[in-house]
């Protein structure tokens, strides 16, 4: 366990965590102001970076893929809202599990269709595809940086948005007693969709933001998904304090698990079985976590509602 | 709600229909074997022989979810548990069901009482993610196990046997046995749902205050509740083993999971039919259309999708309202 694979992986682990936060960022507003499950969140995120892939192919340009690829993305996700969420709203739970599960089966194989089942790839600026020499002898790929420094500064416009601006009283007045807000004149409709697209855009950013340095292929979305849900329940559900420093939580303690636990288990295990147990308990890690959290805290770490 | 005020006023009839349901499901379950040996028999068997267990891992889904708001986002775990006590033990010379199938139920029981005592303290959505989380710490550690097949899974290579008979062996006798199986788990949850315990265990899913207040440890009656789901999850697994000769950490994944609470709300909660005909439902559909189309979920999705706008409560729900347009 050497300092500087600590440092790389440290780093690792912040840039899952910054990923984590702008994808749960939107899932725990839409569910804590909303009540909605939204399966579907995942697939926002896929569909980002194909949408990016393919205004990059037009264009040629990052930063016009980028911006073209949010914008669409954002379309997308209110053509969403209008055509299905809208109408489960105040249903029960299980109907908006049922009805974004069978989103995430349509969009996984129409991209397949679309853009065939092979993974894509989206070239990174040519400015920020260098590497950059932290310490002696630490290299560091500036993209990742630039992803750590862009979720911060998500999280940051973030938090000014919801802690000083009016609309950010109403998300947080919502996530609080969504029926309240309603009664005192509130137009709730209309702040479920401002959040709502916000909260599609930004996963769309951080698929944007990601598949430079992961392969954009079909189902991508489903796995984060989960690590998302494992998030915003660990923070509590609508709070984006709590999403952020669980997003972070997780990143740090996924990534720090899966490169160093074969070493601890060599501790008290003879080589083989470490080999064997180590990336087990690694991957399971972030839900034993969730399940102290759970345990200790049933309403996660911040939660948003006196529930 | 309309449902309640509909049923009182003809208790009769509706006790009729009760159980026209159930009868017209087993029996076409029983006959469908007369009629495969007409066609493709060992394709239809192994099909239906599918469509049975996964009913009743969904029927045991539905006594949480249905009857006790406890909706588990980790049940396939139960399944994975009672398929690998099957292959483990196979692998180790022991293939009589007079020891795998206990050892099956009592495990998955065994970790269904350990995760439930953790998971009952948790309400709503963050029950859902704390039986996720057990969920995938079983899938991890299946996959961990290097000896029998870690990843890759483990082949099965001698089905279970019956006091020395090889009853599993056959298709046809296969077919049987979940049948019976099902039925039995069918009856159970019946039973279960109209005891005084089931009462209690209803109660508890409307108002747990009140019924605490009454009197009952709801977290109890819960967590028994809890355990019985999951042995009937280790019953299920079992017999997959047996039906595929195979079994992997594949069995316990989340995706896995969502499918089967997907049966359970496709055929409609809370009513025990709507679990067997909603894993019917959701292989059959899946089978037909895979035949269909390589793109068969662009189909599916959307199906589901109109199932939850258009018909809250599922396939049974959706029928009963169609029953009552048609009566006026």
């Known amino acids: 366990m050497s300092t500087s694979l600590l440092i790389v992986q440290t780093l690792n682990g912040l840039q899952l965590g910054v990923l984590l936060f702008l994808i749960a960022a939107g899932l725990t507003l839409v569910f804590g102001v909303m009540d909605f499950i939204n399966l579907a969140h995942g697939v926002q995120y896929m569909l980002g970076a194909y949408l990016a892939v393919m205004f990059y192919a037009f264009t040629g340009n990052f930063l016009f893929a980028l911006i073209l690829a949010l914008g669409a993305a954002l379309l ?23 009805a974004t599960f069978g989103i995430i089966l349509f969009l996984n194989q129409g991209v397949k269709i679309l853009w065939g089942a092979s993974p894509l ?26 992803i750590i420094g862009s979720g911060l500064g998500v999280a940051l416009v973030l938090y000014l948005l919801v802690s000083h601006t009016r609309v950010g009283m109403l998300v947080r007045a919502g996530a609080t007693n969504a029926a309240m807000v309603s009664a005192l004149g509130v137009d709730i409709r209309r702040l479920f969709m401002i959040v709502f697209g916000f909260g599609t855009m930004l996963a769309g950013f951080a698929g944007i933001m990601i598949a430079p340095i992961l392969s954009v292929e079909p189902g991508m979305g489903d796995t984060i998904l989960i ?15 709590g999403a952020f420093i669980a997003a972070l939580l997780i990143g740090l303690v ?22 064997t147990v180590g990336p087990a308990i690694a991957s399971m890690l972030i839900y034993l976590l969730m399940a102290v959290v759970l345990y200790v805290r049933p309403a996660g770490l911040f939660p948003a509602k006196g529930r | 709600m309309a449902d309640a005020a509909l049923s009182t006023s003809a208790p009769r009839r509706s006790l009729l229909a009760g159980n026209a349901l159930p009868v017209a499901i087993f029996l076409i379950f ?41 909706v588990s986002f980790g049940h396939a775990a139960f399944m994975g548990l009672g398929a690998y006590a099957v292959g483990i033990l196979s692998s180790h010379g022991i293939q009589d069901a007079l020891i795998s199938l206990p050892v099956a139920l009592g495990v998955s ?61 056959g298709d046809r006798s296969l ?25 209690v265990y209803r109660g508890a899913r409307e108002n747990p205050l009140r019924v605490s207040t009454i009197g009952f440890e709801v977290y109890r009656y819960q967590l028994v509740a809890y355990v019985i789901a999951g042995a009937l999850g280790g019953l299920s697994g079992f017999l997959l083993g047996n039906a595929t000769d195979f079994v992997s950490p594949a069995y316990m994944s989340w995706q896995r999971s969502g499918e089967l609470l997907i049966m359970v709300i496709f055929g409609g909660i809370g009513t025990l ?8 439902a959701f292989l059959l559909v899946e089978e037909w259309l895979s035949g269909i189309t390589e793109h068969w979920k662009v189909i599916f999705g959307p199906l589901l999708v109109l199932v939850a706008v258009f018909a809250p409560g599922g396939l049974l729900g959706l029928a009963a309202r169609l029953r009552r347009m048609i009566r006026g």
């Not at chain 2, 082949?155 to 009853?167: D, M, N, Q, W, Y």
């Open chain 2, 175 to 199: 077919y049987y046995i979940c049948l019976i199986c099902l039925l039995g788990a069918y009856l159970l949850c019946r039973a279960l749902v109209g005891s005084r315990f089931g009462r």
């Open chain 2, 273 to 280: 039919n709507g679990a067997i005909v909603g894993a019917a």
């Open chain 1, 76 to 98: 997308f996700g209110l053509l969403l809202e209008f055509a299905v969420f809208r109408h489960l709203y105040d249903r029960d739970h299980l109907d908006q599990v049922i």
């Open chain 1, 227 to 241: 690590l998302a849900f494992v998030v915003i329940v660990i923070g509590g559900i609508g709070s984006i304090r």
């Open chain 2, 30 to 70: 029983a006959l469908v074997p007369l009629f495969a040996t007409f066609r493709a028999e060992a394709y239809v068997l192994s099909l239906v022989t599918r469509v049975m267990i996964f009913a009743i891992a969904a029927l045991a889904l539905d006594l949480l979810i249905g009857y006790g708001a406890l």
């Open chain 2, 109 to 169: 029981a065994l970790f269904a009482l350990l995760t439930g005592i953790v998971c009952l303290r948790t309400k709503g959505v963050y029950f859902i993610m704390i039986t996720l989380a057990f969920g995938q710490m079983a899938y991890f550690t299946a996959s961990s196990l290097a000896p029998y097949g870690g990843d890759d899974g483990l082949t099965i290579r001698v089905r279970s046997t019956l006091a020395g008979f090889p009853i599993f062996s």
């Open chain 1, 254 to 275: 996924d990534t720090l698990g899966r490169s160093f636990m074969v070493d601890i288990m060599r501790l008290f295990l003879a080589p083989s079985p470490a080999r």
């Open chain 1, 121 to 146: 790839s989206l070239p990174m600026p040519e400015i920020f595809s260098g590497s950059v020499v932290l310490m002696p002898g630490i290299l560091y790929p500036v993209w990742r940086l630039v």
